[in-house]
């Protein structure tokens, strides 16, 4: 992997997630659901399994329905694993709740943007 493509993918990730927390923080469940790829797995402790964007958006959907919001990722970390996919990993809270990511996969689409194909997070 060329430096270039670890400089390309790791600012894609950050931009990317930003975005996604953008989009929870504005109450914007179809903006989340956006950033993730149409067969997503999300799993979230201990709400359960999510297969596919439309699963996962209506997720998000009830958990801003039920008021939350402000969510900041604490200390967060990219590891760029090849180039074509990066995982993060980082403590969260938000003003209702609090956690951890286990582990984000994003991966780099033929448009260059960077979707999310696995989310793995629990709440504690």
């Not at 992997?1 to 400089?7: H, S």
């Not at 999300?42 to 999510?50: I, K």
């Not at 596919?52 to 958990?63: C, S």
């Not at 039920?66 to 967060?76: H, K, L, N, R, T």
Request: charged content about 30%; hydrophobic content about 40%.
């Amino acid at each position: 992997m060329t430096d270039e493509e670890r400089t390309f993918l790791l600012a894609a990730v950050k931009k990317a997630s930003e975005q996604w927390k953008t989009a929870f923080n504005s109450g914007d469940a179809p903006g989340c659901a956006s950033h993730y790829e149409a067969e997503a797995v999300m799993t979230a402790e201990p709400f359960g399994e999510f297969r596919g964007k439309e699963t996962i958006q209506a997720f998000w959907q009830k958990l801003i329905e039920d008021g939350f919001s402000d969510v900041e990722y604490v200390d967060p970390r990219i590891d760029v694993i090849d180039p074509k996919s990066a995982v993060l990993e980082s403590a969260w809270k938000m003003n209702k709740a609090k956690g951890v990511i286990y582990r984000e996969l994003w991966v780099l689409q033929d448009d260059r943007s960077v979707k999310l194909r696995e989310d793995h997070f629990a709440a504690l």
